[in-house]
């Protein structure tokens, strides 16, 4: 299942965790030592000092190249990097997740490509719902509403503000499928609809027939971050990997762009849609 069988926080910020007040503690305490106020620590960096402060509060998942970057500043001996392996937190989100749903929180853009199961941020709960059901293992019914709240809480994202800019490219194979049957779909394609009459959502059909596809390497994610970085992430049956080697995350942006202009554009898929609500 997609999205770490569940979703991540809502809102702007991330919800404060014990272990990102842990990390916020241990890394102002290096700082501290080092003899640095906020400001002269971010300009080394460099980060904002907004985003200095809000990490030392436990209010900001610390990206990989601020924890690599302090670990340098601050002469930490790993113990920062120590630190972030154990942020974890959020029933109903898979491990593997977890990192990618705080830097996704924070996000100023969001690009997302699927071919297997309707992203988290676009489905309804019917649809959610029948998605976690049908993939073993068996849950019980506490499971299950876990993990549809966790999921249905990432929307929030689409409230944020400042916003968003979102992308989305996804299979009409995954309409077509009718998981949940044909009300479920129903419900399903009036809600791409309403998400892609957003002014700051941009949702994109890959059309069934389309010979030349960039997608055969699977499902992508990318983001930017709130200091114009971009990451990418890749996501497998029972594990994914957060990728930030620039060259990488270079190939990721490619493929995206490349997807594109393969699928069909926005409006064409608005069309699209409203067909295949009318023939179910």
Known sequence: MTDGTGGSPGGG??????????FGEVFKAFRKRAGLTQEEFAE????????????????RFPQP??????????????????AARHLSRQPGLASWFRQWARLEAEAVTLWTYECRVIPGLLQTE?????VTVSVPPVKDDEQVDQQVVARLERQKL???????????????????????????TRELIDHLLERAGQFNVEL????????????????????????????????????????????????????YARLRSQALTPEDSKGLLKRMRGAL
Not at 13 to 22: A, G, I, K, N
Request: hydrophobic content about 40%; overall charge negative; some cysteine.
């Open 13 to 22: 910020e991330p919800e404060v965790s014990d272990s990102l007040r842990t």
């Open 44 to 59: 080394l960096v460099p980060y904002s000092v907004q985003t200095v402060a809000k990490i030392e509060q436990g209010r």
């Open 65 to 82: 190249d601020f924890v690599e970057r302090a670990e340098g500043a601050l002469d930490a001996f790993g113990a920062l990097r120590g």
């Open 126 to 130: 019917a649809y959610a719902r029948a």
């Open 158 to 184: 689409f409230q944020r503000r400042p916003p968003i800019t979102f992308s989305f490219i996804i299979e009409q194979a995954l309409i077509e499928r009718c998981t949940g049957g044909p009300e479920a």
């Open 204 to 255: 994109q059909i890959m059309p069934l027939r389309q010979p030349d596809h960039a997608g055969f390497d699977g499902p992508l994610r990318l983001l930017e971050t709130p200091e114009n970085k971009w990451l990418a992430y890749a996501e497998g049956q029972r594990g994914g990997l957060l990728i930030t080697d620039p060259k990488e995350v270079s190939i990721m942006l490619q493929r």
